[in-house]
């Protein structure tokens, strides 16, 4: 028997280390002589007369230069499905929303990073019709190759499979035929992989026209499967054989779990997505839920217990059912897949917590690593990454002190029955423990080479993150230390760093909106008793 499975377009998810790349292609649109079902050979629009088109093979951080020629008699612009376009909007690729056609005879060049994205994604052209010919696949692997796949086992070959639709006319005119008329267009003729009409008409296909690969008994294979159809929801199966979902459009669904009402530790993970502007779903209003994550009572098959939130939920597999698949499967024998069970696994959650660890884990995913529009190797990489949460670390060691002003000797006693202990922690913590801390954070802002204003490299990190929460809980709790200190003027790169992160687009936004909660009974308390005004 076999399991039906509705596939869409998206893909998988990873992360690892190695160099960033350009990676160069050039597109050259124009007739290509084809001849399906039986048909005389007709002309399409294809690129550089293939069907479909070429497929471009990245690793996450790499850069796609694109370099289009337009030899069709049409107007062309190619869109890219998927990916996030960060800063590079205009190379998204709709025709007079975010760029003007290139004409026929004329030429433009795409360039877009793919930071924060590994899975399928595809290309096609975004003028009427012609995304029936003109459409390749975008194959985005993570930086340390499919040894950092997310998944096991390890796929042993990957395959990408292009469901297309083919008609026995000229695609452009069906597009302005419906147009005029009003009518809807008709189904195809036929439907391809790989751009193969195959054994249902082979009545009408030539022995070349099936889209074929050899697989291994007991072998796992990595399907990249993209509905590339125009309008018709596509299902695949293969007889005799399961699926297992291991990712969806070339992204990852995050949850954030934390308490309510205060901002505390969950506060450095909604920074790091609020700077990224990357989408995440904040579940600190649903404690009964939260609490049945935690503890040793609650340990998820295969993972570690968590001792106390945050936590951050990963969820793999999960996507746009519009868009592409990535499938694990694995050839085996007909009796062995007949008491397999049926269908298709779903996305799958996974749990992390402790938060210096969920930001390691987040940083190279959300682009905040520090090694972006650097020319590093793959062992610059590595320490850059391990620098970033350093830095991240020691931040965060600072906010447990802080902490601990309030609650120097039990955590869950009140703060009246430990408040001699308090003003005396509280006074080491300000005299030596936070100018400690800020020396260092003000020396490496001050000798990085980039002269970007953060703690490293060209571009914000969670460890500035980090820093900058721990700035703004710290004027919290210690008003009028903050104030002394920036009077002194001794920490202008360190105060500066505060402001230029309050200023980034995403972050900015955050802070004005109401999702941020206000400091209160969290790590970052104000007791007037503990923070005296300046002699």
């Given at each position: 028997?076999?399991?039906?499975?509705?596939?869409?377009?998206g893909?998988?998810?990873?992360?690892?280390?190695?160099?960033a790349?350009?990676?160069?292609h050039?597109?050259?649109?124009?007739?290509l002589?084809?001849?399906?079902?039986?048909?005389?050979?007709?002309?399409?629009?294809?690129?550089?007369?293939?069907?479909?088109?070429?497929?471009?093979?990245?690793?996450?951080?790499?850069t796609?230069v694109v370099h289009l020629?337009?030899?069709?008699?049409?107007?062309?612009?190619?869109?890219?499905?998927?990916?996030f376009?960060?800063?590079?909007?205009?190379?998204?690729?709709?025709?007079?929303?975010?760029?003007?056609?290139?004409?026929?005879?004329?030429?433009?060049t795409?360039?877009?990073?793919?930071?924060?994205?590994?899975?399928?994604?595809?290309?096609?052209?975004h003028?009427?019709f012609?995304?029936?010919?003109?459409?390749?696949?975008?194959?985005i692997?993570?930086?340390?190759?499919?040894?950092?796949y997310?998944?096991?086992?390890?796929p042993?070959?990957?395959?990408?499979?292009?469901?297309?639709?083919?008609?026995?006319?000229?695609?452009?005119?069906?597009?302005?035929?419906?147009?005029?008329?009003?009518?809807?267009?008709?189904?195809?003729?036929?439907?391809?992989?790989?751009?193969?009409?195959?054994?249902?008409?082979s009545n009408?296909?030539?022995?070349?026209?099936?889209?074929?690969?050899?697989?291994?008994?007991?072998?796992?294979y990595?399907?990249?499967i993209?509905?590339?159809?125009?309008?018709?929801?596509?299902f695949?199966?293969?007889?005799?054989h399961?699926?297992?979902?291991?990712?969806a459009?070339a992204?990852?669904?995050?949850?954030?779990?934390?308490?309510p009402?205060?901002?505390?530790?969950?506060?450095?993970?909604?920074?790091?997505?609020e700077?990224?502007?990357?989408?995440?779903?904040?579940?600190?209003?649903?404690?009964?839920?939260l609490?049945?994550?935690l503890g040793?009572?609650n340990?998820?098959?295969?993972?570690?217990?968590?001792?106390?939130?945050?936590?951050?939920?990963?969820?793999l597999?999960?996507?746009?059912?519009s868009?592409?698949?990535?499938?694990?499967?694995?050839?085996?024998?007909t009796?062995?897949?007949?008491?397999?069970?049926?269908?298709?696994?779903?996305?799958k959650?996974?749990?992390?917590?402790?938060?210096?660890?969920i930001?390691?884990?987040?940083?190279?995913k959300?682009g905040l690593?520090?090694?972006?529009?650097?020319?590093?190797?793959k062992?610059?990489?590595?320490?850059?990454?391990?620098?970033?949460?350093?830095?991240?670390?020691?931040?965060?060691?600072?906010?447990?002190?802080?902490?601990?002003?309030?609650?120097?000797?039990?955590?869950?006693?009140?703060?009246?029955e430990?408040?001699?202990?308090?003003?005396?922690?509280?006074?080491?913590?300000?005299?030596?423990?936070?100018?400690?801390?800020?020396?260092?954070?003000e020396?490496?802002?001050?000798?990085?080479?980039?002269?970007?204003?953060?703690?490293?490299?060209?571009h914000?990190?969670?460890?500035?993150?980090?820093?900058?929460?721990?700035?703004?809980?710290?004027a919290?709790?210690f008003?009028?230390?903050?104030?002394?200190?920036?009077?002194?003027?001794?920490?202008?790169?360190?105060?500066?760093?505060?402001?230029?992160?309050a200023?980034?687009?995403?972050?900015k936004?955050?802070?004005?909106?109401d999702?941020?909660?206000?400091?209160?009974n969290?790590?970052?308390?104000?007791?007037?008793?503990?923070?005296?005004p300046?002699?």
């Open positions: 028997m076999a399991w039906p499975w509705l596939l869409p377009l893909l998988f998810f990873a992360a690892s280390v190695a160099q790349a350009v990676v160069e050039t597109f050259n649109v124009g007739n002589s084809i001849s399906q079902l039986c048909e005389q050979a007709m002309i399409i629009t294809a690129v550089n007369g293939r069907l479909p088109g070429p497929t471009i093979k990245v690793r996450e951080g790499d796609v020629v337009n030899e069709s008699p049409y107007n062309m612009t190619i869109h890219w499905h998927g990916v376009q960060r800063g590079s909007p205009w190379a998204d690729g709709p025709s007079m929303v975010t760029q003007c056609p290139v004409k026929p005879g004329c030429n433009y795409y360039r877009f990073n793919v930071t924060g994205q590994e899975g399928t994604l595809w290309w096609h052209a003028i009427s012609l995304r029936a010919t003109v459409y390749g696949a975008l194959v692997r993570p930086r340390g190759g499919a040894a950092s997310p998944f096991s086992p390890k042993h070959r990957e395959e990408v499979l292009l469901l297309g639709e083919w008609w026995n006319a000229n695609v452009y005119d069906l597009e302005r035929t419906a147009f005029l008329s009003g009518n809807i267009t008709g189904p195809a003729n036929a439907y391809t992989i790989n751009g193969k009409p195959g054994d249902p008409y009408c296909s030539a022995a070349d026209q099936t889209y074929k690969f050899h697989v291994r008994r007991n072998e796992t990595l399907l990249r993209i509905n590339a159809a125009l309008n018709t929801p596509m695949l199966r293969v007889a005799n399961s699926f297992s979902v291991v990712a459009d992204a990852t669904t995050y949850t954030l779990w934390y308490w009402t205060i901002p505390g530790r969950g506060e450095f993970l909604r920074l790091a997505f700077a990224a502007q990357a989408e995440y779903t904040d579940k600190s209003d649903d404690v009964k839920a609490v049945g994550h040793p009572q340990v998820e098959p295969g993972q570690p217990a968590h001792f106390a939130c945050p936590l951050l939920e990963v969820k597999g999960a996507g746009d059912s868009s592409s698949t990535t499938s694990s499967s694995k050839s085996r024998k009796e062995e897949a007949q008491t397999a069970s049926s269908g298709s696994q779903q996305a959650s996974y749990f992390i917590s402790q938060t210096p660890v930001l390691a884990y987040l940083a190279p959300l690593d520090g090694t972006q529009d650097e020319d590093l190797s062992d610059e990489v590595e320490l850059r990454r391990a620098h970033v949460a350093q830095l991240t670390a020691t931040g965060l060691d600072l906010t447990n002190e802080i902490h601990d002003t309030h609650h120097p000797v039990a955590p869950g006693a009140y703060y009246e430990q408040k001699d202990e308090a003003l005396r922690k509280a006074a080491d913590v300000r005299k030596t423990r936070i100018p400690k801390f800020y020396n260092i954070f020396a490496t802002i001050a000798n990085n080479p980039a002269n970007s204003g953060f703690l490293i490299g060209t914000v990190t969670t460890a500035d993150l980090v820093v900058f929460q721990l700035l703004e809980g710290i919290f709790a008003p009028n230390l903050t104030k002394a200190l920036e009077q002194a003027g001794e920490y202008k790169h360190l105060f500066a760093l505060r402001q230029k992160v200023d980034l687009p995403g972050i936004a955050y802070l004005a909106s999702r941020r909660k206000p400091f209160s969290g790590v970052f308390r104000y007791y007037e008793e503990l923070d005296p300046a002699p």
